[in-house]
């Protein structure tokens, strides 16, 4: 990894959101409290999918996964950030640097992917319900997944090998909170056109492309919906796709507004903080959409937060009268 590095810079300075003191300690509680509301929230659907019986098809499946996804996702930067608000340092070696971005990019991409994939699911169970037991079987459901993960990996590595290429000058600060790809992109001293053409084109197969097939797979839908004759049909079919068409929705919407934002104001610090939209924000209320907005996880949710209460009340038990 250090062969890429043409200028031997050993680190690069994290400037973050604010570097007024007396933000830090609620920047530090309001992002630690954030990022234990993400994990905990999706590692509760993760075992509820698990756990419940009921929930063993192909769209609490691909869920499990989402959320854990979002979990990666999180824990790529905001332990760091959380640290170097801890420590009062801003420094982030090169090598580190590297491997988070490298980590970052891979779960972007696999969050886009997953939608695409529960996109396609929701086509097949309201467009092909008699067939969708045969066609989303165990075997085409782990493919599509396994195909997910290896996408993402070629994507990052491409990014990565692209940015281990470029020579970096004395100016080693990056004005976010973590390593984007299109910061050091900026900070680098050599030719980055390269660089420049291969993030365009991967924005587009990776994010515009997957998109593109949401949205065919939701006109599809949509059109399915409108030909079902009764309107508690319609309510029925239409209820199972509300939950991913917010996540969907929350996930490309903040993405959008990031892009949008550092491109009329051309200010890093509002990059900075739009980023956390959709690198914080969405990955902590994808759980709070699901089990609101899905009737099953509710229920669900009630079986396994009383079978776990009746275990604990059978351990306090056993304790007391061993």
Known sequence: MESG????????????????????????????????????GNLLLILVANSDSHLH???????????????????????????????????????GCITEMYFFMLFTGLD????????????????HP???????????????????????????????????????????????????????????????FLNNMVMYFAVMLVAVCPFIGILYSYSKIVSSICGISSAQGKYKAFSTCTSHLSVVSLFYCTGLGVYLSSASTHSS????????????????????IYSLRNKDIRCSLMRFSGMAALKWIIFLELKKHP
């Open 57 to 95: 098809t192909p769209m609490y499946f691909f869920l499990a996964n989402l959320s854990f996804v979002d979990i990666c996702f999180t824990s790529t930067t905001i332990p760091k950030m959380l640290w170097n608000i801890q420590t009062q340092s801003k420094v982030i070696t090169y090598a």
């Open 112 to 127: 886009i992917f997953l939608l695409t994939v529960m996109a396609y699911d929701r086509f097949v169970a309201i467009c």
């Open 130 to 192: 008699l067939h969708y037991t045969v066609i989303m079987n165990p075997w085409l459901s782990g493919l599509l997944v396994l195909v997910c993960w290896i996408l993402s990996v070629f994507h990052s590595l491409l990014h990565t090998s692209m940015v281990l290429r470029l020579s970096f000058c004395t100016d080693v600060e990056i004005p976010h909170f973590f390593c984007e790809l299109n910061q050091m992109i900026q900070l680098a001293c050599s030719d980055t």
């Open 269 to 288: 610090h509002s990059s900075a903080v739009a980023s956390v939209m959709y690198t914080v924000v969405t990955p902590m209320l994808n759980p709070f």
């Open 5 to 40: 590095n043409n200028t031997g810079i050993s680190e690069f300075q994290l400037l973050g959101f604010s570097e007024k003191p007396e933000l830090q300690l609620l920047i530090f509680g309001l992002f630690l409290s954030m990022y234990l509301i993400t994990v905990f």
